[in-house]
């Protein structure tokens, strides 16, 4: 009984939450007068067995400006259901909606394993994607993440191309090569073949699964920004 009124608290402060928020993303956080994501997320980390004395590891709602096919954005969440810091890097798994072209019944959410690292010089600019997949971790032993767009895509693109040559560039990148970053249409050519093996790859073969392969820009620009709230870098 006490963990359905638990669930039934965090359900209508969610739909407080949601049906408060305007299109705005700076004046959902900073209105007085609405509940914010940071007091959503306080809730959430601190009743139950969440957060960091739970025995689930802390979460988070995090906003992001989803984008479609013809490049219209709406802001968007993406949830954070996995998060823990190691000794120079942070484990993330981030559930996100990317492709809405197909129908609602099929039109499933995905999850992103990402490992952010903690630089010595604690300077934002400096943070690296450690790891990033849409499958096993870093250790190889578990599966961190989950590939939830179509494979293959209407026009052929497949997960295995997105794993061979798209995934793979983002490793070593620093946050504020990433935050450069708003499609991949803003990625170099010259860039994107940088690295062995790497010369031949195009990133115009991605141009007809730009959802999928922006709102992968997306999350982890979003990532990044709730990285950087981590008591790490404001000590």
Known sequence: MKGKRLLLMVLVLILIFVAGCSNNQEAARSSDSELSIEQVNDFLNNSGG????????VVAVIPHDHIDGPKNETPFYAFVNFKYRARDYIKYQ???LSCTCREASVNMWQTMYVELTLPSSKDPNDVKIKFLSFEKDSTG???GGNWGDSDPMPLGQTYELFKT?????????????IKSLSTIDDIKIEEYQEGEGRENFEIDALSGASVSANNIIRILNSVIDYHLTDDFFNN
């Open 50 to 57: 969440l957060g960091p004395n739970g025995i689930g590891n």
């Open 94 to 96: 981030v559930k996100y």
């Open 141 to 143: 032993q578990y599966n």
């Open 165 to 177: 040559e798209y995934i793979s560039f983002f490793p070593q990148k620093d946050s504020e090569y």
